[in-house]
């Protein structure tokens, strides 16, 4: 009879827990819930996690998705107001990051978008400056005077980046391009999570089509507006839900007046704005890498996308389906074939659904953000 296995165990190497602090304006859209997602895996993996946000925006459910991430947020929330513009509420914002950069001991000040970026950045102290744009002032152009002072502050704030990450490989070519190369870049993915392949229940009144996001021209509302009256001036009704809301609203529903079958629901919760439709259009004209194309995907709803950003990253061998942004008529061509065949839009649905299961995980891109965040405290500690 054999003896015992007195192989030697050999221990499994435990890093230490990281603290981390992200910084952010407004607490709604895409950016939200990225930095959402992060702060969950973050701290189920033992990081210490904190907040500052703006006061201002976000309204109640920004307050109420907040409240349930206090228990994840080991080194607390805090809230200030957060200019949308460059004003002189900028200096106590960015004041207040460091305060709370050096009261946490961050060893990460991770800035999201635009105006984040810049307070984390502009930050002193010793702990790793990461920063990912989330669109923000890549949607800008050097020719542009308002572009012009955005771009020319991402540039001057590139040397005091030793972290930048991106959810597209687009943005990354997009900030190479118009700003250059920070110390570190990698692309990280955005993610979704396992409950969000969970089919999503039609209601008995949805309508041909749903539009879910911010109401802004960016989204290109007003192109799928433009694409259904198209359709309708050929003697073809589609209905449709708008869900969302924005600066552009009153003007969104102003172009719709004489489209009945066009209906402004208000803002909600994405997967329940999916019952409200049965394809869902993402008209926009910029993108990065949206998550309500990744949720509709993963939902196995069909989509109507454009070809910006990083879309084309999400959909791989089904790339070749997008429309051109800003074409109405191409828009109204894609729905009209769309709803002409559906038993093809549910098979390109399920391939997509797969496709986002295998490549877009919230897991992956938590631990993904978290090796390069190692990677370069490592390396400003070598340094």
Request: proline share 5%; hydrophobic share 50%; glycine share 10%.
């Amino acid at each position: 009879m054999a003896g015992p296995d007195r192989r030697r165990e050999i221990p499994t190497k435990v890093l230490p827990g990281i603290r981390i602090l992200h910084v952010m304006r407004s607490p709604v859209g895409g950016l939200f819930r990225h930095v959402a997602d992060l702060v969950r895996g973050q701290a189920a993996r033992g990081h210490r996690v904190g907040i500052v946000a703006d006061s201002t925006t976000g309204g109640a459910r920004a307050d109420e998705v907040l409240a349930g991430l206090a228990g994840d947020l080991a080194l607390g929330i805090v809230r200030c107001p957060m200019s949308r513009h460059a004003g002189w509420s900028d200096i106590a914002a960015t004041r207040l990051v460091a305060r709370r950069a050096a009261e946490t001991a961050a060893e990460v000040v991770h800035g999201h978008g635009a105006k984040g970026g810049a307070y984390a950045r502009f930050t002193g102290g010793s702990a790793v400056r990461a920063y990912t744009p989330h669109g923000g002032s890549l949607h800008f152009a050097w020719r542009d005077p308002v572009g012009f002072a955005y771009l020319a502050l991402e540039r001057a704030a590139l040397r005091r980046t030793e972290l930048a990450l991106f959810e597209s490989a687009y943005a990354e070519r997009t900030f190479r391009g118009k700003i250059g190369a920070a110390a570190r870049m990698r692309v990280v993915h955005n993610g979704v999570a396992a409950g969000e392949f969970d089919p999503v229940a039609t209601d008995p009144g949805a309508t041909d089509l749903v539009f879910v996001g911010e109401l802004r021209l960016l989204k290109g509302v007003d192109v799928l507006i433009d694409a259904i009256a198209i359709l309708g001036a050929s003697g073809r009704t589609v209905s449709a839900t708008i869900v969302g809301a924005g600066p552009e609203g009153n003007a969104f529903a102003a172009r719709a007046a004489d489209l009945p079958a066009v209906r402004f629901a208000g803002a909600m919760p994405a997967r329940q704005a999916f019952s409200h439709g049965r394809i869902v259009v993402a008209p926009s004209r910029f993108e990065s890498l949206p998550y309500v194309v990744l949720e509709a995907a993963a939902a196995g709803l069909p989509l109507i996308a454009t070809a910006v950003g990083g879309i084309p990253e999400i959909l791989g061998p089904q790339a070749s389906r997008l429309v051109p942004p800003g074409d109405a008529a191409m828009l109204a061509r894609a729905i009209a074939a769309a709803l002409d065949d559906p038993a093809a839009e549910r098979a390109a649905a399920r391939a997509l659904q797969a496709r986002v299961r295998a490549h877009f995980s919230v897991d992956t891109m938590t631990d993904q953000v978290i090796a390069a965040y190692r990677e370069a405290i490592d390396a400003l500690n070598l340094s």
